[in-house]
């Protein structure tokens, strides 16, 4: 079962993690983390499909394409986005002052950044970072690392499992910082993954792509696709468990676990949305196939008319089918039902009669379901997302200054 912990991505054996500050921010915050495995571990990573991509995502994939690696370093502050060559030098040399300081090659070590854009990073302040951050190296630090990495998050992001593979207790952790430029396709998120299962890096990435399908893929706040995105798991093997190496049952238990966890970590970062007063879980039913329901329930999900409605507590149904019927899938409105936190506000073409008094107190909660039934197909989605508030806009509006 998954559950809110501390303990992260030092919950696995063999892992260590410290997050300091390195002076990259400007408010003086902790700004750089850094996660370390005692021994070689198997890495999979997902990166942002945004053709500007940041120059940490090209030296990452470049690691991960390696199949191992035993470190990773994360700066928030400071994206290295759009920075040309000088982007690029300094990600590299990043991954090069990190592993002359942990003794190990800087094809070990993948890079993250998040941040302003358009900015170079302060080389002299990230080389410090390192430095400060290997000497705290800590299994106790996953805390201070998650702390590290976040920008505009108001509240850590930390979740840890375990689960029993070949008679061995296998523990999985992780930690991510999120809150805007969130969707499509992941977000302006970091989640870095840690696991003592020991398992081939083939079946780890084949896992790991399968599950952000659905679950960092079906989240949106703003409907901006990042620079920056990364989900990177490190599978060191210290659980002791045979070897995972084809889709046996094995690989099915360690998948199932690591499917909830990125769920429920996607639905973290989708609730901390910047300025959010509402966190929405958007189920579609009986779809023709899996990729209407997806367009259904992002449409709904992206529309700022939808989004402002929740947050002024306006049951503006219209509005949400309106989303649905634009969104390109195959849909009925006659056919189509739509419900508030199971109260029904639209059927056979037209608004259904409802309890005005109980759909308020629906629209006063901080979490609320919303149901669309398409009753053309059996294929199902969800989608999570917030809505669009007063303080969105003044975060963002001051976001570079």
């Known amino acids: 079962m998954v559950k809110e912990d501390k303990a992260g991505v030092t919950y696995a054996k063999g892992f260590k993690a410290a997050g300091v500050k390195a002076g990259i921010k400007k408010s003086g915050n902790p700004d750089f983390a850094l996660i370390v495995s005692d021994t070689d571990a198997a890495v999979a990573g997902t990166f942002t499909q945004n ?3 940041a120059a940490p995502v090209y030296v990452s994939k470049k690691v991960v394409k390696s199949g191992s690696a035993k470190a990773i370093v994360a700066n928030s502050g400071c994206a290295n986005a759009c920075t040309g060559q000088q982007g690029m030098d300094d990600a590299e040399k990043t ?3 990190a592993a002359a300081q942990l003794g190990i090659t800087a094809d070990d070590v993948i890079v993250a950044s998040t941040g302003v854009i358009g900015v170079t990073l302060p080389m002299d302040k ?9 000497a705290a190296l800590d299994e106790n630090g996953s805390k201070d690392a998650a702390n590290a990495i976040i920008t505009t998050d108001t509240y850590i992001k930390s979740l840890t499992t375990d689960i029993i593979i070949d008679g061995k207790e296998v523990h999985i ?16 998120m970091l989640c870095f993954i840690t696991t003592d299962a020991n398992i081939d890096q083939v079946r780890l990435q084949l896992a790991l792509s399968a599950i ?3 679950s960092f893929n079906m989240i949106s706040v703003d409907g901006d696709m990042s620079t920056n995105d990364m989900v990177v798991v490190l599978a060191n093997g210290q659980a002791g468990n045979r070897k995972i190496v084809k889709d046996d049952e094995d690989f099915k238990i360690f998948y199932n676990a690591l499917a909830e966890l990125c769920c429920k970590m996607a639905q973290k970062v989708a609730a901390d949305g910047e300025g959010a007063t509402k966190f929405l879980t958007i189920n579609i039913h009986n779809a ?14 992206n529309s700022p008319l939808v989004k402002t409605a929740f947050f002024g507590q306006d049951p503006n149904w219209g509005r949400v089918l309106c989303a649905a019927g634009y969104s390109g899938a195959d849909m009925v409105p006659e056919k189509t039902v739509v419900k508030f936190g ?4 639209y059927a056979d ?13 629906v629209m006063a909660e901080h979490d609320i379901v919303i149901d669309i039934d398409l009753n053309i197909g059996s294929t199902d989605a969800t989608v999570w997302s917030c809505d669009l508030s007063y303080e969105y806009v003044k975060i963002n509006g001051e976001y570079h200054t």
């Open 342 to 345: 199971n109260i029904t506000v």
């Open 288 to 301: 023709k196939n899996f990729a209407d329901a997806k367009k259904v329930g992002m449409s709904i999900a």
């Open 95 to 97: 991954a090069a002052l």
């Open 173 to 188: 952790g992780a930690i991510a910082k999120g809150a805007g430029m969130i969707q499509p396709n992941m977000a302006t």
């Open 349 to 361: 073409g037209t608004g259904a009669a409802f309890d005005k008094k109980a759909l308020q107190k």
């Open 212 to 214: 952000i399908e659905k």
């Open 51 to 53: 053709k500007v991509a």
């Open 126 to 134: 990230i080389a410090t970072g390192i430095k400060t951050a290997a």
